[in-house]
């Protein structure tokens, strides 16, 4: 059976193999390629094995199908190769011949896969075209929805650590769980993770992150053990105490749901972020106070420090780990401007702390409200709109107070003769209408032939009072 029968890269393969052919060698499509159309979804990106020697193959498809180098990839990768919309990595196969491109042939190389799932090749010569290669039974995994090593797991591990969060990964974006055997060595493994460089992990972690549903990875981190050692943070936040009559929330489980939350409205990585950190010192905050119940105060200003502490581990860009941190320090403020006797330059404050990202203060806002009452929810949610509300109130009055025509009050005295009074000020109120109005643009010529327009009215009334 070909697994090739409905993909639109079928002429496409078609060119690889009689390039490969042309230089008298043969390639197979493997690895996650290969696990992607078999789950009925296409991928640009594409892991060939080549019989022997790479460059031949390599060199023709530059000189001969228009294939360039790319610099797109992981720099930790196998340089990667542009041809035709794809982005290729090419790999030479042990034991392989043009007559020996069989699963066994294929094996020593398939093994260096991380799992069953992507140890898979297809065949693209004309004569097989379709057939799958499967040493490791990951078409039976696939079936399964199971992830499980090529190797023993903790053989597998220890040679590549990085790989039990790719499992993690794996797991979260393909909705898949992991086998037990697999997930047993990564509890047992995962103080590996702390001598692996910090960007090879930040960068899986940010994979994570950025999922459709990111709390399933981040559970299934906590699960393993492997959150312990690359975020400790997050585990702190776990537990539930109750005293008298007052419990205290797991805030580890509310910060997924937040994290999801926000997860609907942007696809920002540092947005995320700001949602998993903004209750990230609560545990050192947690205070029971009687009469009262459970307490947390300052831990939006606490938060804001850890996260800096916590960028610099994970090697995030400054302007992340500050934008980041900014976020987490205001995320209680929009809930303190609900109120009558809120003023206006609280509000003020507010709108020139958060600058630009006043938007995203307000989104985190809205997705940190995780009650399970549709009337809390909807109490909460209003109260948001009013505080967006006055800000726009405050910002359209504060562009008014700021606004100046292009003619000023000394053009006006000058022209007329008189000293600063209130007829300067009607003037040039009127003056601003006609510009908001759109009867006449703020330019300095237009603001003083309708100056000279309307002035007698004002100078008579003058005389008048």
Known sequence: MSILKDTPDKEFLIRLNEAAATVGTVVFPAGAYVRELMLGRHRSKISLIVAGDTEPFIQHLRE??????????DENETPALQYD?????????????EDTGSAQALASSLNQKDFSINAMAVDIRPDKFGALIDPFQGEAD????????????????????????????????????????????????????????????????????LLKKPSTGLDLMKKSGISQVVFPELDAMTGVEQRNEYLHKDVFYHTLKVLDNISEHTDSFELRMAALMHDIAKPQTKRFVNGIGWTFHGHEELGARMVLRIARRMKLPIASAEYISKLVRLHMRPSQLVGDGVTDSAVRRLITEAEKDINDL???????????NPHKVRKYLNNFD?????????????RERAFQPAITGNDIMKHLGVPPGPMIGKIKKAITDAIHAGEIPNEKEACFQYFLQIKERFTKENGEN
Not at 85 to 95: D, P, Q, S, T, W
Request: net charge positive.
């Open 362 to 372: 307000m989104t985190l806002c809205r997705a940190d409200i995780t009650s399970k």
């Open 64 to 73: 001969s199908a228009g294939a360039s180098n790319s610099d797109s990839g």
């Open 85 to 97: 919309k794809h982005l290729m990595r090419v790999f030479a196969g042990e034991n392989i011949t």
């Open 142 to 209: 696939l079936e399964k929805r199971i992830i499980r090593t090529t190797l023993v797991p903790e053989v597998a591990f220890q040679k590549s650590p990085l790989n039990m969060l790719a499992a993690v990964y794996l797991a979260a974006r393909l909705h898949f769980h992991i086998e037990q055997a697999t997930f047993q060595a990564i509890q047992d493994n995962a103080s590996l993770l702390k001598a692996v460089p910090r960007e090879n992990v930040t960068s899986y972690f940010k994979r994570l992150i």
């Open 386 to 398: 009013k505080v967006e509300s006055r800000m726009k109130d405050v910002e359209a009055l504060d």
